[in-house]
């Protein structure tokens, strides 16, 4: 069963416009944590934020913020007044503490954004 | 300034050829891992290391081997190349067990014909 779904394949927007990427995990442990990646076209993979199993409270940087929902097991990413700087494909990942934190990645939603 | 670096970038091989990727980190990391990138599959683990001369298998290791002889270095091995592991490849390295992202090179790109 795949532990982390990242159900939107490509999502375009225009520039400026806000945009969700959406991630829902399963687990059975208590103590696991969560992560966003970036991939731009260029290819390498850039960490955005960790997020443990401990802590709901919703994260903001810059444009960017993150959703944490244990009630719902979703890690959603949003964007605000996208740039097409953002266009790149975004991975979602979960590592757990008891399979050695292991991690356990999304497929990733592929983000255009349109001037 | 430290950083992780896999060569070659690119690499084109036949089928049945042993390959060898290479992985160098420079940040002392104890753990590291090795993974594929293919459309649809996002990435998948293939082995990963927590120290010298430790080894591990992931998800999808058939094909693939690694050794860790020292703390910087993680060679990945394909014993007789297949045109199914056309694929990206990514190293990865974290400083320990109680640390948790990851951080990964540059990727390979390698083509079995």
């Known amino acids: 069963a795949q532990k982390v779904t990242q159900a939107q394949t490509e999502i375009s927007v225009v520039e400026k416009e806000d945009v969700t990427l959406d991630c829902v995990y399963e687990?059975?442990?208590?103590?696991?944590?969560l992560f966003w990646y970036k991939q731009p076209p260029s290819g390498e993979l850039v960490f955005l934020i960790r997020r443990n199993s401990f802590d709901e409270q919703n994260e903001i940087s810059g444009r960017y913020s993150w959703n944490f929902q244990k009630s719902t097991s979703s890690f959603n990413f949003t964007i605000t007044a996208s740039q097409v700087v953002d266009s790149a494909v975004y991975f979602c990942a979960l590592s757990e503490v008891n399979t050695g934190n292991q991690f356990y990645f999304g497929t990733g939603t592929s983000l255009t954004v349109i001037p | 300034d430290a950083e992780i670096t896999q060569s070659p970038r690119h690499k084109i091989t036949e089928t049945g050829r042993q390959v060898t990727l290479a992985c160098h980190q420079t940040?002392?990391?104890?753990?590291m891992f090795w993974y594929r990138q293919d459309l649809g599959h996002g990435l998948r683990l293939i082995h990963y290391s927590y120290g010298v001369h430790d080894t591990n298998k992931g998800e999808v290791s058939d094909g693939y081997s690694v050794s860790r002889s020292n703390t910087e270095d993680l060679p990945l091995t394909l014993e007789s190349a297949a045109s199914s592991q056309t694929s990206v490849y990514f190293c990865?390295?974290?400083?320990?067990?109680?640390?948790?992202?990851?951080?990964f090179g540059p990727g390979t790109r390698l083509t079995v014909t």
């Open positions: 990865a390295s974290r400083p320990g067990l109680n640390s948790y992202e990851q951080y």
């Open positions: 940040w002392n990391h104890n753990n």
């Open positions: 687990t059975r442990d208590t103590t696991y944590y």
